[in-house]
């Protein structure tokens, strides 16, 4: 896994993978990138007022690959010069553990911070991978976002944020 | 025509079985197939406006017409991240 750019596995996760998988730590003085920015998102303790006691996720891999090839492309073609790598755990996560792992590569700074975010932002909307969340006293899969692709709105909102942030 | 039905999450929770197989009348579309399943499940019904479909491991339309042999996935809203 550590030198793909897309994974979803029940493995623990490396910030290192990713960043290496675009190639963060590449001597190529053909493809040099000024800058490399990374995600990692972890599991929180507490959850809408609730104590979190471990997350359960689970993907339809094919699919999930194809959603996190899909939105490496659409960041670079945002902005082209970026490289993006998305790596998602699956199975029974503890508080602190992490469940996504992005990394941008891009010559300059202001590119890798926004593929990044805008990267993590198309994975909470479109990627099939859902968490089912175990806390004190019961249990609830989570249901975010209506997967769609094509849906050009929801692509923009999440443009509006990076750009809010980042740019 | 047989196709096999991938649920996920609740939808699997609500079925009881991440897979099932089900015959169809030729030219029937992913919608047809969801409505049969909901009249199997009824609490699949909820899930009406808020499922995605996937033909053979990508996004397609509920109108997508289904072939023999194809995998057909319902998702419902994705909490990756």
């Known amino acids: 896994m550590s030198g793909a750019l ?18 963060g730590h590449d001597e190529d003085p053909t493809q040099p990138a ?24 689970e993907s339809y891999e094919p699919l999930a690959l194809k959603a996190f090839e899909r939105i490496a492309a659409e960041a670079h ?10 790596h998602h755990r699956l199975g029974t996560l503890r ?6 792992a ?17 990267a993590i932002e198309r994975v909470k909307q479109i990627a099939p991978i859902w968490k089912h969340e175990f806390f004190e006293g019961g249990d609830v899969w989570i249901e975010g976002a209506v997967a769609n692709p094509d849906d050009d ?10 750009s809010r942030t980042c740019e | ?3 096999t039905v991938r649920l996920f999450a609740r939808l699997r929770d609500i079925t009881g079985t991440g897979e099932l197989t089900r015959e169809l009348p030729a030219g029937a579309t992913a919608a047809l197939l969801w409505d049969t399943l909901a ?43």
């Open chain 1, 6 to 23: 897309f994974a979803v596995t029940p493995d623990r996760l490396s910030l290192d993978d990713v960043v290496q998988a675009v190639g």
């Open chain 1, 34 to 57: 000024g800058a490399v920015t990374s995600f990692l998102g972890l599991v929180r303790r507490e959850n809408l007022g609730k104590r979190v006691l471990r997350l359960e996720y």
């Open chain 1, 77 to 86: 073609h945002r902005w082209p010069d970026v490289r993006v790598a998305v």
């Open chain 1, 95 to 100: 508080v602190g553990e992490a469940s996504v």
């Open chain 1, 102 to 118: 992005i990394a941008a590569a891009a010559p300059h700074r202001g590119e890798a911070f926004a593929a990044c975010h805008y």
């Open chain 1, 153 to 162: 709105t929801a692509r923009e909102a999440a443009y509006q944020r990076v």
């Open chain 2, 1 to 3: 025509m047989r196709v």
């Open chain 2, 39 to 81: 009249k199997d499940y009824a609490d699949l019904d909820s899930y009406r406006e808020a499922v995605s479909t996937a033909v053979n491991a990508e996004y397609s339309k509920m109108s997508h017409p289904l072939a023999d042999g194809d995998e057909v996935a319902f998702l419902p809203p994705v909490s990756g991240g």
